[in-house]
Structure formats: structure tokens, C-alpha cells
């Protein structure tokens, strides 16, 4: 499976995972997890699923070492971030170490996708790829 598939499976994962949890929220009508949800359905959805989308388009640039440690990096440190930002959210800061470490490692590795892309996407890879008979 290419790295651009797991990526958009994933990010399917955490689609459901960011309306299940608004559903909730609303249902119960206790919102305090709502930085969390927005967290979930951008950094998780809606940016893995545009990862993933071009790691399809542009197969070689999803088969560098940077788009293993990038995909590696993100999907290591979302869910810690995700985890930590709920008990802050929720008043319990025995977890702020999360808070501390795992956002950075995720700008790191959305660092290394963006050096990927200025270095492996070019417009020639694209045409290519529709100019296929």
C-alpha cells in the first residue's frame, strides 16, 4: 500500500473519529473538547486526507525518506497531541508533557513533507501522469 493510501485511509479514520466527537458533544451539550474536535477534523482530516491526495499524484515524491519520516512523525505525534490537549481541555494537566513535545515533533514532520514537496513535486510529474494513455 503507498504511503498516500495509508494517509487517506487514516485520515478517513479521523474524519469519523472528529464527527463522532462533535455528535457527542452536542448530544450531551458539553463542548469543552471542541479545540480538540477542530484539532481532530483539520490537522487529522482534512491535512492527512491532502497529504494523502498528494502523495497519489505524485507517487515519487511519497517514496522518499522524507515522506516515510514524515508520515512516521505525524501520525506518532497527532494522536499524543490530540490526547494531551483533551485532559488540558478538560481541566487535568497531569498529561501537559504531551502538550510540550508531540506539537513540535508534528511541525517538524509537516517541515519535512514541505521540503519534500519544493524538492519532488514538479509540474512535469503531473503532466505525466494525465498524459498517460
Same mark, same amino acid.
Given at each position: 500500500?503507498? *504511503? ?22 452536542? &448530544? &450531551? ?20 486526507? &491532502? ?33 494531551? *490537549?483533551?485532559?488540558? *481541555? ?20 509537516? *517541515? ?22
Amino acid at each position: 500500500m503507498t *504511503l498516500g493510501i495509508r494517509f487517506l485511509k487514516l485520515a478517513a479514520l479521523y474524519f469519523l473519529v472528529g464527527v463522532g466527537m462533535g455528535l457527542t458533544m452536542e &448530544i &450531551i451539550q458539553d463542548h469543552r473538547l471542541s479545540g480538540a474536535h477542530a484539532h481532530i477534523n483539520l490537522v487529522g482530516w482534512a491535512s492527512m486526507a &491532502i497529504f494523502g491526495v498528494i502523495y497519489v499524484l505524485f507517487p515519487k515524491a511519497g517514496e522518499t525518506v522524507l515522506a516515510k519520516l514524515h508520515f512516521w512523525l505525524y501520525n506518532i505525534s497527532l494522536p499524543l497531541f490530540m490526547l494531551g *490537549l483533551c485532559f488540558v *481541555l478538560l481541566g487535568n494537566t497531569s498529561l501537559m508533557f504531551l502538550l510540550m513535545v508531540f506539537p513540535n515533533i508534528l511541525v517538524l514532520s509537516v *517541515l519535512l513533507f514541505v521540503i519534500n514537496i519544493f524538492a519532488n513535486v514538479k509540474a512535469e510529474n503531473l503532466s505525466q501522469l494525465f498524459n498517460k494513455g
